[in-house]
């Protein structure tokens, strides 16, 4: 046995026992740290130094603001006018309602990045309308919150701002880019099953196609979608930073919210600075721990002992590919998305690289996977909150989802192994 054996096994032994056990995730990683550098002999001094370094990030500044925006917009009224001009786009389809949940979907993702707001705000608008024109509720559930992961894709997602952080060197602007076509792929996706499921259930259409109506709800949606352009753009043509363009689309933010759509008071606003702060306390505290663990991680060398374990399985890279995604689908099942993305990136990253995947193509990958497992027992907080919004049981929401699973796996499968779905954007914007 090795010197750090018993170092690894103390740290991944009670980091898992810990999840088993409920621990808040944060003090799991914590925790697990600090007994693995205890039994190493290392100073404790280290964990300080690690966490406040784990925070110290210019590029970390974006994401409070980014969720600050998304509290924002999610609060001022943003959900309706976004369903609206939805429904004005794909309602007159069979199932129309289906299609329009997913279609707002991909909008509000644009602007909030967060699936648990998505089917926080859009569920309990169109679940409830679903229902009414005659759709099974664990259907409407169903289709809620799988296509809430589109947000994750879609930018600006502040998990993508976490992983360009974690690998280190890569463009929050070519990361962006990168979101836009497998969000799409995923949202054409679920509206192939959803539409295959609607006419065997003979769900109802909407109402005809009008360009008419069309443009009138763009006209009210533009001020919400011009957030996104505010960051991508700015982002994108160098003119911001992502943290520069996140505090401005903040202002924007707070301006349509109050002055525009006029759906949010300065009393409210002051609760969503209450709600952002609570957000944000939890994800730089994961931050912190995580980074901790990622010292851990490389002090024991176990990113290189992974490698070495996943290619002695196979050396085809078609094998490894497939191998990446089963560890991080498993891992989504028991783990929430930041820890994920925090903990695996140094590991599976370079195994990735290795196979020629590249780091933007692998950080879509991630997410993507990420969001899966938000939506999969035991720990899927998305797939609780649609559960609660709802009223569904949980087990009926599971079984509703499954044949929403296959189609979010088909566009796992082609986002791995066709790399010009996510890199096509970033490269075009680069020449």
Avoid at 213 to 229: F, G, P, Y
Avoid at 230 to 236: A, K, N, P, R, S
């Amino acid at each position: 046995m090795s010197p750090e054996t018993l170092p690894i096994l103390i740290l991944l032994g009670s980091f898992l026992f810990m999840v088993m056990l409920r621990f808040p995730i944060a003090y799991a990683i914590a925790l697990a740290s600090v007994l693995c550098l205890v039994s190493r002999g290392t100073s404790l001094v280290a964990v300080s130094q690690q966490m406040v370094k784990g925070i110290s990030s210019f590029s970390l500044m974006a994401v409070p603001f980014f969720i600050t925006m998304g509290c924002l917009m999610g609060q001022g009224g943003i959900s309706d006018k976004l369903i609206n001009l939805a429904n004005a786009l794909v309602g007159w389809m069979r199932g129309g309602m289906a299609m329009v949940n997913i279609v707002a979907s991909y909008f509000f993702g644009g602007i909030s990045g967060s699936a648990a707001a998505d089917t926080a705000s859009i569920g309990a608008i169109m679940i409830p309308m679903m229902v009414e024109q005659g759709y099974d509720a664990d259907f409407s559930t169903a289709v809620t919150i799988t296509s809430s992961c589109e947000g994750l894709l879609v930018p600006p997602s502040h998990n993508m701002v976490i992983y360009a952080t974690t690998a280190g060197g890569i463009s929050v602007g070519s990361l962006f880019l990168a979101g836009y076509l497998p969000g799409a792929l995923l949202a054409v996706s679920l509206m192939v099953g959803s539409y295959i499921i609607s006419v065997r259930r003979n769900y109802p259409k909407g109402d005809p196609f009008s360009m008419k109506v069309l443009l009138k709800e763009l006209s009210v949606s533009i001020w919400a979608l011009a957030a996104v352009l505010i960051v991508v753009v700015g982002v994108v043509g160098g003119v911001f930073t992502a943290t520069e363009s996140a505090a401005i689309a903040v202002f924007y933010s707070l301006f349509v919210s109050v002055f525009i759509y006029k759906e949010l008071t300065w009393k409210g606003v002051w609760d969503v600075i209450g709600e952002c702060v609570h957000i944000l306390s939890i994800v730089l505290i994961l931050i912190a721990t995580s980074s901790i663990f990622g010292y851990c991680l490389t002090l024991l060398k176990v990113p290189e002992l992974a490698a070495t374990a996943i290619t002695n399985v196979s050396s085809n890279p078609i094998v490894i590919a497939i191998l990446l995604n089963v560890i991080l689908l498993i891992l989504g099942c028991i783990m929430d998305m930041a820890p994920i993305i925090l903990i695996t990136t140094p590991i599976l990253l370079p195994i990735a690289q290795s196979i020629g995947i590249d780091p933007i193509q692998f950080g879509i990958i991630l997410v993507l996977n990420c969001g899966i497992g938000l939506l999969t027992p035991p720990v899927g907080a998305v797939l609780f909150i649609g559960s609660a919004v709802s009223k569904v049981p949980m087990e009926k929401v599971v079984k509703a989802t499954l044949p929403f699973y296959l189609c979010m796996i088909v566009t796992l499968m082609l986002i791995t192994f066709i790399p010009g779905i996510s890199l096509w954007m970033p490269n075009f914007f680069a020449n």
